[in-house]
């Protein structure tokens, strides 16, 4: 089992920055890949950015590249989503996710549901 839990979120106004964590407890994560979800009401559950946690390369969606960076800290189990240049649109609550390595190239692509192990969610909204 592992458990997830994020913190950071708040309230920001467009252009600023918030810096999400999601710590890790249960296992070691070296057989994992992580990815960050966001979800506004209403609507499905959208990728943001994935790290495969052995090498920690890293995936983004089209809509956050270039302003968010994903990253991990092994020593601490704890994942990070910095996120930059926020818009209104990035408003929504952010989960952190975890599954086993699939151990295949494209598994960011997959959908939320490959995932095992969610966090509690930590909203953010971005003020215009």
């Known amino acids: 089992q592992v458990q997830l839990v994020e913190s950071g979120g708040g309230l920001v106004q467009a252009g600023g920055s918030l810096r999400l964590s999601c710590a890790a407890s249960?296992?070691?994560?070296?057989?994992?890949?992580m990815a960050w979800f966001r979800q506004v009401p209403g609507k499905e559950r959208e990728f943001v950015a994935a790290?495969?946690?052995?090498?920690?390369?890293?995936y983004y969606a089209d809509s956050t590249k270039g302003r968010f960076t994903i990253s991990r800290d092994n020593a601490k189990n704890t994942m990070y989503l910095q996120m930059n240049s926020l818009k209104p649109e990035d408003t929504a609550v952010y989960y952190c996710?975890?599954?086993?390595?699939?151990?295949?190239?494209?598994?960011?692509?997959?959908?939320?549901?490959?995932?095992?192990?969610w966090g509690q969610g930590t909203q953010v909204t971005v003020s215009s």
């Open positions: 249960g296992r070691t994560l070296s057989s994992f890949v």
């Open positions: 996710a975890a599954r086993r390595d699939p151990a295949y190239g494209l598994y960011w692509k997959d959908p939320s549901s490959e995932y095992q192990y």
């Open positions: 790290i495969r946690w052995s090498g920690g390369s890293t």
